[in-house]
T-cell receptor
Framework: KNEVEQSPQNLTAQEGEFITINCSYS?????LHWLQQHPGGGIVSLFM???GKKKHGRLIATINIQEKHSSLHITASHPRDSAVYIC?????????FGPGTRLSVLP | DTEVTQTPKHLVMGMTNKKSLKCEQH?????MYWYKQKAKKPPELMFV???????INESVPSRFSPECPNSSLLNLHLHALQPEDSALYLC????????????FGSGTRLTVV
């Protein structure tokens, strides 16, 4: 069964803190995605990874193929980073979403 | 143009109404998707179109009827919906089916009364 898990489920941080969200997935993935969804809103694609590491602004995503694990890091977090972060994977013709991590960054 | 545009943003409809949701992209993407998302849950795939042909139907009830009139447009026709169909409906597109990065629309918040 194709599965994507995330931790933590909820995360509260103070502004400026370094944040890590973890994702683990079952074997068979061809690409892993990190997505951001603001309350009541659409989804923004942050990264698509098949190996290594990607950086965009204060966001860094890494993937370890052997461990079947990916992390999303946010440096110098800001209240506008408050959102749900979703890890998702391509399994052939299936696109499997993780349950999401609800992040709140307090000023 | 790097966006997926969904209209309307909000829709309230009665159980006997017929309405349509619209999704448009001009990025040359040949795969388009409809997702349904309930509160605090991840999106659930409903339909996938590839090159204007229905490729995947995730056993969606017939009261939801998708249509892809051309490579830029994707519609979702709604008829005789139930209150439990109230959700956020998200459209997405990608260069090719399920193999590339996605671009998502901002969604249509549907309430069935």
């Amino acid at each position: 069964k194709n599965e994507v898990e995330q931790s933590p489920q909820n995360l509260t941080a103070q502004e400026g803190e370094f944040i890590t969200i973890n994702c683990s997935y079952s074997v068979g993935i061809s690409a892993l995605h990190w997505l951001q969804q603001h309350p009541g809103g659409g989804i923004v694609s942050l990264f698509m990874l098949s190996s290594g590491k990607k950086k965009h602004g204060r966001l860094i995503a890494t993937i370890n193929i052997q461990e079947k694990h990916s992390s999303l890091h946010i440096t110098a977090s800001h209240p506008r980073d408050s959102a749900v972060y979703i890890c998702a994977g391509n399994y052939g013709q299936n696109f499997v979403f993780g349950p999401g991590t609800r992040l709140s960054v307090l000023p | 143009d790097t966006e997926v545009t969904q209209t309307p943003k909000h829709l309230v409809m009665g159980m006997t109404n017929k309405k349509s949701l619209k999704c448009e992209q001009h990025m040359g993407h040949r795969a388009m998707y409809w997702y349904k998302q309930k509160a605090k849950k991840p999106p659930e795939l409903m339909f996938v179109y590839s090159y204007e042909k229905l490729s995947i139907n995730e056993s969606v009830p017939s009261r939801f009827s998708p249509e892809c009139p051309n490579s830029s447009l994707l519609n979702l026709h709604l008829h005789a919906l139930q209150p439990e169909d109230s959700a956020l409906y998200l459209c997405a597109s990608s260069r090719a089916i399920l193999l590339y990065g996605y671009t998502f629309g901002s969604g249509t918040r549907l309430t069935v009364v």
